[in-house]
T-cell receptor
Framework: QKEVEQDPGPLSVPEGAIVSLNCTYS??????FMWYRQYSRKGPELLMY????GNKEDGRFTAQVDKSSKYISLFIRDSQPSDSATYLC????????????FGPGTSLSVIP | ETGVTQTPRHLVMGMTNKKSLKCEQH?????MYWYKQSAKKPLELMFV???????ENNSVPSRFSPECPNSSHLFLHLHTLQPEDSALYLC??????????????FGEGSRLTVL
């Protein structure tokens, strides 16, 4: 079983839709959860970061962690064409960057 | 403009060539990383440097050879590569290797094609 699983998509939605991106994981010891956004021909950039369980909101983006289900989500409200990118989830047991495990990414297209 | 600069952005090489990828970070960070990104696969951590010391080598073939001459520069020397090594190679940096969790800063990557 892979440590972190993510539907690769592609996911295509109309502008203004609510988008739900998800990852499942197998290691119950993960405590740090991140979402990175990667535009075409660019490197990933950190979008959201949460520690342990719960929700975190930043503008149109909400990150949700359900440790009991080993499931994390990123919600995008009022999606825009500029949200078109690949979204990578990432997680770690400890606060050490060399232990971060990434998912394969979900490709999202927001159609005007 | 990103604080992590990678050159070249694109590289095509034959299996017998020797080439190098360069990374420079302008953020004053102490840790630098090389990642490999292949289509539909998770980012694979290849090498980690903290304060110019190699911390980790994740069972990477010896045809990849890293070099960190100072805390701002990181190189990946390539020789006798295989076609399956074709991928996007990403350099990243962080303030420190361990500590209050912040973020990894990535460069835009070097797209490598091995013929």
């Amino acid at each position: 079983q892979k440590e972190v699983e993510q539907d690769p998509g592609p996911l295509s939605v109309p502008e203004g839709a609510i988008v739900s991106l998800n990852c499942t994981y197998s290691n119950s010891a993960f405590q740090y959860f991140m979402w990175y956004r990667q535009y075409s021909r660019k490197g990933p950039e950190l979008l959201m970061y949460t520690y342990s369980s719960g929700n975190k909101e930043d503008g149109r983006f909400t990150a949700q962690v359900d440790k009991s289900s080993k499931y994390i989500s990123l919600f995008i409200r009022d999606s825009q064409p500029s949200d078109s990118a690949t979204y990578l989830c990432a997680m770690s047991q400890v606060s050490s960057y060399d232990k971060v495990i990434f998912g394969p990414g979900t490709s999202l297209s927001v159609i005007p | 403009e990103t604080g992590v600069t990678q050159t070249p952005r694109h590289l095509v090489m034959g299996m017998t060539n020797k080439k190098s990828l360069k990374c420079e970070q302008h953020l004053g960070h102490n840790a630098m990383y090389w990642y490999k990104q292949s289509a539909k696969k998770p980012l694979e951590l290849m090498f980690v440097y903290s304060l110019e010391e190699r911390v980790e080598n994740n069972s990477v073939p010896s045809r990849f050879s890293p070099e960190c001459p100072n805390s701002s520069h990181l190189f990946l020397h390539l020789h006798t590569l295989q076609p399956e090594d074709s991928a996007l190679y990403l350099c990243a940096s962080s303030q420190d290797l361990i500590g209050r969790f912040g973020e990894l800063f990535f460069g835009e990557g070097s797209r490598l094609t091995v013929l």
